[in-house]
């Protein structure tokens, strides 16, 4: 049984930084992409980075220059850092992994509030 599990998030002022992490685990043979998104409140889920197994990642527009993405194969986990927080970063972080276990399958782990007040 894979799980993801985020943490990290909290309550901080614009301007702040924040570390989220998503942790892995169960029977893991092998990642593919992992990604955060988030999701606030009356919006739709959005894709904020992604990272390959290869390493190469992405960001949304809103966000390059302000977070990275990393990812420490060695421990099954995937981290968000997330400098310049601003007031629009608020919402709920949502941790996906398309990996293999008994076959490929996608992940999602249960959230991470963030919230950013002006």
């Known amino acids: 049984q894979v799980q993801l599990v985020e943490s990290g998030g909290g309550l901080v002022q614009s301007g702040g930084s924040l570390r989220l992490s998503c942790a892995a685990s169960?029977?893991?043979?092998?990642?593919?992409?992992m990604r955060w998104y988030r999701q606030a409140p009356g919006k739709q889920r959005e894709l904020v980075a992604g990272i390959t197994s290869g390493g190469s990642t992405n960001y949304a527009e809103s966000v390059k220059g302000r977070f990275t993405v990393s990812r420490d194969d060695a421990k099954n986990i995937m981290y968000l850092q997330m400098n310049s927080l601003k007031p629009e970063d608020t919402a709920v972080y949502l941790c996906?992994?398309?990996?293999?276990?008994?076959?490929?399958?996608?992940?999602w782990g249960q959230g991470t509030q963030v919230t950013v007040s002006s």
């Open positions: 169960g029977s893991i043979f092998e990642f593919n992409a």
């Open positions: 996906y992994a398309y990996l293999f276990s008994s076959g490929f399958h996608d992940y």
